[in-house]
């Protein structure tokens, strides 16, 4: 599976951005989607994932209630939408994709497969 990243750019505090994440797997429906980020000198940690039929959503605390992850099988895309960004939301962003469980991959920080990343940078 290759995963592209797009939509990252700059944007000042309490701004939004889209961020988006074409599949080129025909069996887009099989995967669990998440989005993960890593700032500079720090551990990448997960922010959000989707479960294959888009019922189940999970979030990383820090973002939960700002940020909204969706899909759209037909187009074997995945979404992050992120509203009210705060500089410490900057970092670079890469989607995943995974076949097993939530829970015993993206949730644990480990892929199958990984996009390339799109950076974000909140400015204060």
């Known amino acids: 599976v290759q995963l592209q990243a797009s939509g990252g750019g700059l944007v000042q505090a309490g701004g939004s951005l889209r961020l988006s994440c074409a599949a080129s797997?025909?069996?887009?429906?099989?995967?669990?989607m998440g989005w993960f980020r890593q700032a500079p000198g720090k551990e990448r940690e997960f922010v959000a994932a989707?479960?294959?039929?888009?019922?189940?959503?999970y979030y990383a605390d820090s973002v939960k209630g700002r940020f909204t992850i969706s899909r759209d099988n037909a187009k074997t895309t995945v979404y992050l939408q992120m509203n009210d960004l705060k500089p410490e939301d900057s970092a670079v962003y890469y989607c995943?994709?995974?076949?097993?469980?939530?829970?015993?991959?993206?949730?644990?920080?480990?892929?199958?497969?990984w996009g390339q990343g799109t950076q974000v940078t909140v400015s204060s």
């Open positions: 995943a994709a995974d076949s097993r469980p939530i829970g015993l991959a993206l949730r644990r920080g480990v892929a199958a497969y």
């Open positions: 797997e025909r069996a887009f429906n099989n995967y669990v």
């Open positions: 989707i479960t294959s039929g888009g019922g189940g959503t």
